[in-house]
């Protein structure tokens, strides 16, 4: 007897929407379909189809942005996966596709600001349909150890946490390239990237943040620094750019077919995408040093500090708890999204997680690891996602909207305490939205 297939449309076919594709037309093929795929670029939904030709798939119709509503009518998918970049398209394609009878699952972060936040929120109450946010890093082996040796109770009652997240001077400066280099298009860092991080300290202790306050800085990604580097004649982007061959910075997007075919050749497009901007421009308008102080709703303090030009990429995290410590150590390989490498893989032997109990010895804990994406996580997310029987989820790893919303929320809170210089309360951010 043949199943029904789960129909998926994706919106969005830039980098990241090629994990998604290639899952459902190779791993998942047999219990899910691919039934449309929509763009404002006609160039990446070529592409897109071109690819999916190249692995023996059949193309799909494609969809102009503005024809979202013909997509869902006509191709009739059960879920619609949201890839879309900038950050702030995520939450329209969200909630119409719930208001037309889909589900979603989402890229992070879920949204930008509160006020589509609540909108998000409200239309998921109304509608009953399922959001799905893809928190990666919940499902990578040493990020579910960490939960679980916190569950367990070994370090007692979290008090503080101490964690701090490096991005290196080749992923981190990426992000000063392109849509992310602005506020209103990414939310800043403290949205885009550290919604992983404020994600993972709120499942970590099963808890949600009350108050925020940061402080922050543009001190590295300036027109400050080239100057002070020799590279005052440089040009808006790295293509043609005079300080090209003296610049540690440049991006050569005619290196990698990858960039040339996703990027390069779709720049005569209405809108007018460049991949490779200046990092030292005077247009960027978000911060590279980010010093963030949260209160949760149980008391627990975290300090949370994230900076953008590290020599190395990674993290340090300690957990201070009423029956002792526990810190973990990782080293991330470094990448540029895109560029064909694994993205966020952990380096095995500068990842570390140390237990130590009160009036104890510290005692190193074998580090659990996996392949793939993202410490391992992606494969893992993608089975959680597209599996007709997902694995068992003792954890709780699969990320809902509450969880979209309490880690994004964070983050603009945190740069709302930057605009006024004061602590922000995450219950006036959520109003009356029903999480
Ligand atoms: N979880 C992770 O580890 C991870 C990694 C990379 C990216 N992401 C997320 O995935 C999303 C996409 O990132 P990316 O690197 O693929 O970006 P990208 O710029 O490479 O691709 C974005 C795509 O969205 C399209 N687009 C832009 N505005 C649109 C609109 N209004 N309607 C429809 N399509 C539109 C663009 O044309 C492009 O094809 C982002 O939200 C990002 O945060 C997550």
């Not at 992070?108 to 589509?116: A, G, L, N, V």
């Not at 946490?161 to 280099?181: E, I, K, N």
């Not at 991006?251 to 990698?256: E, G, H, P, T, V």
């Not at 490498?341 to 580090?367: D, M, W």
Request: charged share 25%; proline share 5%; aromatic share 8%.
């Amino acid at each position: 007897m043949s199943k029904t297939k789960k129909r998926y449309a994706e919106v969005g076919m830039g980098g990241r929407s090629k994990m998604y594709t290639g899952a459902l037309l190779d791993d998942y093929k047999d219990c899910c379909e691919l039934v449309a795929i929509c763009d404002i670029s006609p160039g990446r939904m070529d592409l897109a189809n071109r690819r999916i030709k190249e692995s023996g798939g059949a193309p799909v119709p494609t969809y102009n942005a503005g024809d979202f509503d013909t997509m869902v009518a006509e191709s009739k998918p059960d879920v619609v996966i949201v890839t879309t970049g900038p950050d702030a398209t995520h939450s329209d394609y969200i909630c119409r596709a719930m208001e037309l009878g889909c589900d979603v699952v989402t890229e992070k972060p879920m949204t930008t600001d509160e006020i589509r936040c609540r909108k998000i929120l409200k239309t998921a109450a109304k509608t009953g349909k399922k959001l799905q946010v893809t928190f990666n890093y919940r499902y990578s082996p040493p990020r579910s150890q960490i939960k679980e040796i916190i569950d367990s109770g070994t370090i007692g009652e979290i008090l503080s946490v101490d964690f701090a997240w490096l991005l290196d001077t080749r992923h981190g400066a990426d992000y000063f390239r392109r849509w992310h280099r602005r506020r209103e298009n990414s939310g800043s860092l403290l949205v885009h990237k550290a919604t992983h991080h404020f994600d993972l300290v709120n499942w970590w202790l099963s808890d949600a943040p009350e108050e925020v306050f940061c402080h922050a800085s543009l001190g590295y990604y300036t027109p400050a620094t080239a100057e002070r580097t020799g590279l005052s004649d440089r040009a808006e982007r790295c293509k043609d750019c005079p300080a090209a061959d003296r610049c540690k910075f440049y991006l050569d997007l005619s290196a990698s077919e990858n960039f040339r075919e996703m990027y390069l050749d779709c720049e005569n497009e209405p809108d007018g995408y460049i991949r490779d901007k200046c990092v030292f421009s005077d247009r960027i308008d978000i911060w590279d040093n980010m010093s963030v102080s949260v209160r949760y709703q149980r008391g627990t303090l975290l300090n949370y500090i994230l900076h953008s030009y590290s020599p190395y990429e990674g993290y340090h995290i300690a957990f201070n708890g009423t029956k002792g410590r526990l810190e973990h150590h990782a080293c991330e390989n470094t990448y540029v999204s895109g560029d064909g490498s694994v993205p966020g893989e952990l380096k095995k032997r500068n990842t570390s997680i140390t237990l130590i109990p009160e009036f104890s010895q510290p005692q190193a804990i074998e580090v659990r690891t996996g392949e793939g994406g993202h410490g391992g996580g992606d494969p893992v997310l993608l089975a959680d996602i597209f599996a007709p029987d997902p694995p068992a989820d003792p954890l709780k790893r699969k990320a809902g909207r509450r969880d979209g919303a309490y880690s994004i929320l964070i983050g603009v809170a945190a740069g709302k305490s930057i605009d006024t210089g004061k602590a922000v309360i995450i219950a006036d951010l959520l109003g009356d939205a029903p999480l």
